[in-house]
Nanobody
Framework: QVQLVESGGGLVQAGGSLTLSCAASGRVFDINTMEWHRQAPEKQRDLVADITRGGTSNYAESVKGRFTISRDNAKNTVYLQMNNLRPEDTAVYYC??????????WGQGTQVTVSS
């Protein structure tokens, strides 16, 4: 089992920045990919960014150039640095990990609200 605890959400004005953190515990040595997803009200949950254990990352087109995903394998933590935030970035952000055995785990979610 892997447990995920997210932090760092909040309210910010458009153009501002926030950094989300997600700390993993449990069978952390099984973790391969770490990801951030988000879900706005009445919309589907979408992938924002992902990063492999080796550090290869990918981003949704809507956040490229504004968001940066990183991970600290020693601390079993993944981060999402969000700059130049827009009202359309408002959503609940979820941490997600996939293990080498393709087991999946979700965090509880953290609210990000961007005011115009």
């Amino acid at each position: 089992q892997v447990q995920l605890v997210e932090s760092g959400g909040g309210l910010v004005q458009a153009g501002g920045s926030l950094t989300l953190s997600c700390a993993a515990s449990g069978r952390v040595f099984d973790i391969n990919t770490m990801e951030w997803h988000r879900q706005a009200p009445e919309k589907q949950r979408d992938l924002v960014a992902d990063i492999t254990r080796g550090g290869t990352s990918n981003y949704a087109e809507s956040v490229k150039g504004r968001f940066t995903i990183s991970r600290d394998n020693a601390k079993n933590t993944v981060y999402l640095q969000m700059n130049n935030l827009r009202p359309e970035d408002t959503a609940v952000y979820y941490c997600y990990v996939r293990t080498y055995w393709n087991r999946e785990y979700w965090g509880q979610g953290t609210q990000v609200t961007v005011s115009s």
